[in-house]
């Protein structure tokens, strides 16, 4: 039963111990009172600690976590064999995916995990070991200077925002504070419930406060470049 599964890449010796659990198993719980034979129900056994080992070597991301998917998992080769003989279509796919109980999205999906298997970083590219896949991948992150830059930039910002909302009066300030600039904005209803005033009303008030604000932010010689970053920060 091991041999069968040879061609998913798993070491033989691996595949026969697993099923030697299964065996164990089907022998723990096996009724002989029951009228079958033990090879008979044991190779359920067997077969589920193989197949339940090979999706968990597979990959580190989980492939299988439905029936369905497990089912699909073993059954992907004949699915690429279909397709391929007839050529690939919408009407094919969802054939297949009838027969198998799954979408087409999820042979799909299935395709995609099963073409390649995972590689680790630190494999060597050349034969002198000396490249690894680790060396080629692009650092994204900002360097000191562009985090400090950004950082300065920041304060800026919210040094001339906060300078411009003193220009604005109590509700205005309200509207702005609870509808802008905060992380869980309110909607106009509930601004309009705490100051006593309609939804309509709430929106004009919104609607000239960002009036002032931009006004009062306009670039000018020493915030040139600045202004259109804290209107779309928080503007």
């Given amino acids: 039963m091991a041999f069968g599964y040879k061609t998913y890449g798993i070491k033989l010796l691996d ?3 697993e099923g030697n659990i299964g065996l164990m198993m089907a022998v723990k719980k096996f009724n002989p009172y ?10 359920w056994w067997i077969r589920a600690y193989i197949q339940n080992f090979i999706i968990k070597s597979w990959s580190l991301v989980k492939i299988g976590t439905t029936q369905a998917q497990k089912k699909l998992f073993y059954r992907i080769g004949r699915v690429r064999k279909a397709l391929e003989a007839d050529g690939e279509n919408e009407a094919k796919y969802e054939h297949l995916a009838n027969d198998l109980d799954v979408t087409k999205n999820d042979i799909v999906e299935m395709e995609q995990r099963m073409a390649a298997r995972d590689l680790s970083l630190d494999s060597p590219l050349d034969d002198d070991h000396e490249l690894t896949y680790l060396d080629l991948l692009q650092e994204s992150s ?21 300078s411009a909302m003193k220009h604005l009066h109590q509700k205005e300030e309200y509207v702005i504070k ?8 309110l909607t106009l209803q509930k601004i309009g419930n705490h100051l006593n005033l309609s939804r309509e009303r ?5 609607s000239e406060a ?8 306009t670039p000018g010689p020493r915030t040139e470049g600045l202004t259109g970053g804290m209107e779309h920060a928080y503007l």
């Fill in 178 to 185: 609870n509808r802008i600039m905060s992380d869980s904005s």
């Fill in 210 to 217: 960002l009036k002032k604000l931009r006004k009062e932010m």
């Fill in 142 to 162: 900002l360097n000191q200077e562009e985090s400090l830059a950004l950082e300065e930039e920041k304060k800026i910002r919210e040094r001339e925002v906060f």
């Fill in 34 to 43: 029951k009228g079958y034979r033990l090879i008979s129900y044991a190779v």
């Fill in 15 to 17: 595949l026969i111990q």
């Fill in 202 to 206: 709430v929106r004009q008030i919104e």
